[in-house]
């Protein structure tokens, strides 16, 4: 697991043309309602929101997929990276699950969310993957942010800091004494490589145009 030292906790994009400029909008859009209806309650935050964050790799590699399979050619690797991307972000998921039980509410949020954002994404994505993976990169910034701000409160002795499920401690390879503050640091580093590949991919998407 990547120490706290070795990641950039505050690196963000810069809008540069109308595509950016979309997806730092639409970001923000979404940012607004999570803040609304959660709060400070990052624990069911981070429920119902890592379910929308495993959609984005599954849509972009189902995709890209089909395009290897159309223009016969090699993907260079994307199609594994985006796989590899939404199996992490449903082990966030399955984690949290464990740490903070949703109620019936969130879990009906769940089902909409999910619904909403996948058909969603999807067609970003096929209108414009850059725009698609700029998004995303905008995404994890903020989930950066967020995590951020849950580590702060759990260390402050706001919210308790529970034993790390052995779920997390056998995935991120954490101690046996884990606690929840290693469980969002290891979430935390996961998502900031997220933020990093997928800002790189819109960068070399627009290279392309």
Excluded: C
């Amino acid at each position: 697991m990547p120490n706290d030292r070795d990641i950039d906790l505050s690196r963000h994009h810069e809008p540069r043309d109308f595509s950016d400029r979309v997806a730092r909008g639409f970001t923000s859009l979404m940012r607004f309602f999570a803040d609304t209806f959660f709060a400070r309650r990052y624990g069911h935050r981070a429920v119902v929101l890592e379910t929308v964050a495993g959609v984005p790799g599954m849509v972009g590699a189902t995709l890209q997929h089909l395009r290897s399979l159309r223009r016969m050619e090699d993907d260079h690797g994307w199609i594994r990276t985006l796989m590899d991307e939404a199996e992490n972000e449903r082990m966030h998921l399955l984690t949290f699950i464990e740490i903070t039980s949703p109620n019936w509410l969130e879990r009906f949020l769940i089902i909409l969310a999910q619904g909403f954002f996948y058909t969603l994404f999807f067609m970003i994505y096929i209108l414009s993957s850059r725009t698609a993976h700029r998004i995303v990169g905008y995404f994890e910034e903020e989930a950066v942010v967020s995590y951020t701000e849950y580590l702060e409160e759990v260390e402050s002795g706001g919210l308790d800091n529970v034993a790390a499920p052995a779920r997390a401690i056998q995935y991120w390879n954490l101690p046996e004494d884990a606690r929840l503050s290693d469980v969002i640091r290891a979430v935390r580093a996961d998502e900031a490589g997220h933020r990093d590949v997928n800002h790189g991919f819109a960068d070399l998407l627009g290279k392309k145009d």
